[in-house]
């Protein structure tokens, strides 16, 4: 538990460290990507490991910053499959977990 914990906060810390609001992080060139239509996705994907984990802190912080983003409704190409795994099952995780 405490290893995956461990690598969980290496991954996160380094995606905000190096590469937030982009999408994702670029490990070999340690900076930010747009893939899937620039919504933070790896931010959203975190939400409810975050909760998961008890981080109840930054939970709400990055909460927060999700749902100041003024707009989704953007047009542009997005992965159906990506959208509704991570920014669709994000949100609605984090939700559900948000309410423990």
């Known amino acids: 538990r405490n290893e995956v914990r ?3 906060y290496h991954a996160y810390d380094g ?4 590469a937030y609001p982009y999408d994702e992080l670029r490990p070999l060139t340690c900076d930010g990507h747009d893939t899937w239509g620039s919504y933070s996705l790896t931010l959203i994907d975190a939400l409810d490991t975050l909760a998961v984990m008890g981080n109840k802190t930054e939970f709400v912080r990055v909460a927060d910053i999700v749902s ?3 707009n989704f409704d953007v047009d542009i190409n997005v ?3 990506e ?3 991570r920014i ?3 949100l609605l995780s984090a939700h559900l977990m948000s309410r423990r």
């Not at 995606?15 to 190096?18: L, P, R, V």
């Open 6 to 8: 461990s690598m969980f």
């Open 15 to 18: 995606y905000i460290q190096y």
């Open 68 to 70: 100041q983003r003024p």
């Open 79 to 81: 992965s159906v499959f």
């Open 83 to 85: 959208t509704n795994i």
């Open 88 to 90: 669709v099952g994000g």
